[in-house]
Nanobody, 121 residues
Framework: VQLQAFGGGLVQSGGSLRLSCSSS????????MGWFRQAPGEEREFLVA???????YYADSVKGRFTISRDNAKNTVFLQMNRLNPEDTAVYYC????????????????WGQGTLVTVSS
């Protein structure tokens, strides 16, 4: 499985961005898809995930501002990010795994290359 993330860029504080992550392979619908981010000097942080049955899990830091969705026909998962603030500046990664849903924050087998999101104040 190869993942490719798109949609990063520069946005002003309070603005929105929509990230996309496309996947190769014919079994995309069976994967649990997640989004993570890593800010400079920080550890990678789990943000949100969506299961094959469309259950969603959100980290407290993004709950109410970020929304994950998936389009299995297009082998793509999306991350809609609203009310962005400078603390959201990071490289954002999509990831995929199969098997056990929990722990939702770990066990991801495949990773995209990351897309940089910069939020200016």
């Amino acid at each position: 499985v190869q993942l490719q993330a798109f949609g990063g860029g520069l946005v002003q504080s309070g603005g929105s961005l929509r990230l996309s992550c496309s996947s190769s392979g014919r079994t995309f619908s069976t994967y649990i898809m997640g989004w993570f981010r890593q800010a400079p000097g920080e550890e990678r942080e789990f943000l949100v995930a969506i299961t094959a049955t469309f259950s969603t899990y959100y980290a407290d830091s993004v709950k109410g501002r970020f929304t994950i969705s998936r389009d299995n026909a297009k082998n793509t998962v999306f991350l809609q990010m609203n009310r962005l603030n400078p603390e959201d500046t990071a490289v954002y990664y999509c990831a995929a795994k199969r098997g056990r849903v929990l722990p939702i924050t770990g066990g991801y087998e495949y990773w995209g290359q990351g897309t940089l999101v910069t939020v200016s104040s």
